[in-house]
């Protein structure tokens, strides 16, 4: 397999908030107030939507493009809801304030449901987790 991105998570003050490095980006994430942190930085699953939704505009955009339609302004909304059983939902609405037509609508709503993060959602990933070794001494 080849790598397609990586990130790197380190413990960075108190409770919950951590260090994000991915690629030559850094990132803060921590936990809202209500759940134990100090919401110093986006939740993981803000993350998880983030990207995805990232993921969509793109992939959206460059359709478009090659297709010479003009989006205009491209708004993607997402929301994560779970249940008490444990099910999860992701919502995802398109919003463009370009005049497209109900064919160019529905061949964007069908190019959404094949990002490449859309599938690795839906297709679900291997994790493979294990111990690393032990962090230098000081």
């Not at 960075?12 to 803060?28: A, K, Q, V, W």
């Not at 989006?71 to 779970?82: I, N």
């Not at 061949?107 to 690393?132: H, S």
Request: charged letters at 30%.
């Amino acid at each position: 397999m080849k790598a397609i991105s990586t990130a790197r998570v380190c413990s960075d003050g108190p409770h919950y908030r951590h260090r994000i490095r991915t690629g030559e980006h850094d990132l803060i994430a921590d936990e809202p107030v209500a759940a134990g942190g100090q919401d110093a930085g986006p939740a993981p699953y803000d993350y998880l939507l983030a990207g995805l939704g990232a993921c969509t505009a793109i992939t959206l955009r460059m359709y478009a493009e090659k297709k010479g339609w003009e989006l205009g302004e491209l708004r993607v909304e997402l929301t994560l809801l779970k249940n008490r059983e444990g099910d999860t939902r992701i919502e995802r609405v398109l919003h463009s304030d370009a005049g497209l037509s109900d064919e160019q609508w529905q061949r964007l709503l069908e190019v959404a449901g094949k990002t490449p993060v859309t599938r690795t959602l839906q297709e679900g990933a291997t994790i493979d987790t294990r111990r690393g070794d032990e962090a230098p001494a000081a």
